[in-house]
């Protein structure tokens, strides 16, 4: 199985809502992103904490990172439907290659 | 706008045709990267290069050729290509600071090819 990989596959919540994703990873990092991809869009970068760092935040985002259990989690605030997307977690193994999971597929309706 | 741009966005093919997809990145980056995107499929990374040169390729078939001119423009070279090719093919770059991995991507918005 893959590198990273996401928890739940899909999540649907009422705006306002919080939403919390989970990645799981099997190796030694040297840091995990999270990225927001729109429907047959790009993918864009949210966040990147450390393989030293506990926690992070950004706006309504905060992502923690558990070396020791080879997790992560992102959680989103007060989720608006503008937030609707799919979510990746990426690990970055401190080579040439960033390993991306399967996703978790965000619904937020109105 | 990221700074990066694919064209063409979209592009239908048949097995005998040869195509080429076209990424730039306005951003001064050192690394670039093909990844490729199917349906229910974690993103497979496809090719990386640093300054220009091809750093890793990761076991992809041969009826796809990249090629990087230069640190700013990548292709994709496609030829007598399979309808399991059909995917979403993304571009991104990076700028790579020696010893502290990959960072930030900057994806393009994709070229969505359909093999016929």
């Known amino acids: 199985s893959q590198q990273g990989e996401e928890d739940p596959q899909a999540l649907s919540i009422q705006e306002g809502e919080n939403a919390t994703m989970n990645c799981s990873y099997k190796?030694?990092?040297?840091?995990l992103q999270w990225y927001r991809q729109n429907s047959g869009r790009g993918l864009v970068h949210l966040i990147l904490?450390?393989?030293?760092?506990r926690e992070k935040h950004s706006g309504r985002l905060r992502v923690t990172l558990d070396t020791s259990k080879k997790s992560s989690s992102l959680l989103i605030t007060a989720s608006r439907a503008a937030d609707t997307a799919s979510y990746f977690c990426?690990?970055?193994?401190?080579?040439?290659?960033?390993?991306f999971g399967t996703g978790t597929r965000l619904q937020v309706f109105p | 706008e990221t700074g990066v741009t694919q064209t063409p966005r979209h592009l239908v093919m048949g097995m005998t045709n040869k195509k080429s997809l076209k990424c730039e990145q306005h951003?001064?980056?050192?690394?670039m990267y093909w990844y490729k995107q199917s349906a229910k499929k974690p993103l497979e990374l496809m090719f990386v290069?640093?300054?220009?040169?091809?750093?890793e390729n990761n076991s992809v078939p041969s009826r796809f050729s990249p090629e990087c001119p230069n640190s700013s423009h990548l292709f994709l070279h496609l030829h007598t290509l399979q309808p399991e090719d059909s995917a979403l093919y993304l571009c991104?770059?990076?700028?790579?600071?020696?010893?502290?991995?990959?960072?930030?991507?900057?994806f393009g918005e994709g070229s969505r090819l359909t093999v016929l």
């Open positions: 290069y640093n300054f220009k040169e091809q750093t």
């Open positions: 990426a690990t970055d193994l401190n080579t040439d290659k960033l390993i």
């Open positions: 991104a770059s990076s700028q790579r600071a020696g010893g502290l991995g990959t960072g930030e991507l900057f």
């Open positions: 904490i450390r393989s030293n760092e």
């Open positions: 951003l001064g980056h050192n690394a």
């Open positions: 190796t030694s990092i040297n840091n």
